[in-house]
């Protein structure tokens, strides 16, 4: 058996010597102080006050500072669809209920949280990629009328559950 610190082994014979861990720790420390690391590229021993600043600078250097959002608290957006990579449809993409951005998370990357036009928080947070703002967001598409009555017609909308079914005025419809 033998146990791995940093790609450099140490043997042991048996699990009986690794109880005794006070025969093994201070090799495992020296040699653990004397390897380079890779994301300070400095080997523990080296590392002091007149070089801390720099090996700080170099470590953390290569995170991204996120850009400004894509959307705003308030914006109405449609979800993406899910679909497999290359599955290919004539249906649309996006859906056609529409949502409201309740809080913009900065996260790397950032995350919106969601909530539908009926105030009901949409669990889970949604990336800028799976959004797209809305252009028109007071049109909405009637699937079907279901009973007509004087000037008022009792309508389902597309993509809307039948909870959403309500009666509109006739000249609403375009």
Not at 92 to 111: G, R, S
Request: glycine share 4%; aromatic share 10%.
């Amino acid at each position: 058996m033998n146990i791995v610190q940093q790609d450099q082994t140490l043997p042991v014979e048996n699990l009986d010597d690794i109880e005794d861990a006070s025969n093994i720790l201070p090799e495992i420390t020296k040699n653990y102080d004397g390897t380079i690391h890779r994301t300070t590229g400095y080997k523990p021993r080296d590392v002091n006050k007149s070089n801390e600043e720099a090996i700080l600078k170099s470590a953390y250097s290569h995170i991204k500072i996120m850009g400004k959002p894509k959307f705003k608290v308030g914006d109405i957006v449609r979800v993406s669809k899910s679909k497999h990579v290359f599955e290919k449809s004539y249906k649309p993409n996006w859906t056609t209920e529409l949502f409201k951005i309740v809080k913009v998370q900065i996260t790397n990357p950032i995350t919106y949280l969601l909530e539908d036009m009926q105030e009901h928080p949409i669990r889970g947070g949604f990336y800028e990629e799976e959004l797209q703002k809305t252009r028109n967001p007071d049109i909405y598409l009637v699937e079907k009328v279901l009973k007509r009555k004087g000037k008022k017609v009792y309508v389902r909308w597309l993509g809307f559950d039948r909870s959403h079914d309500c009666w509109i005025d006739i000249t609403n419809i375009v």
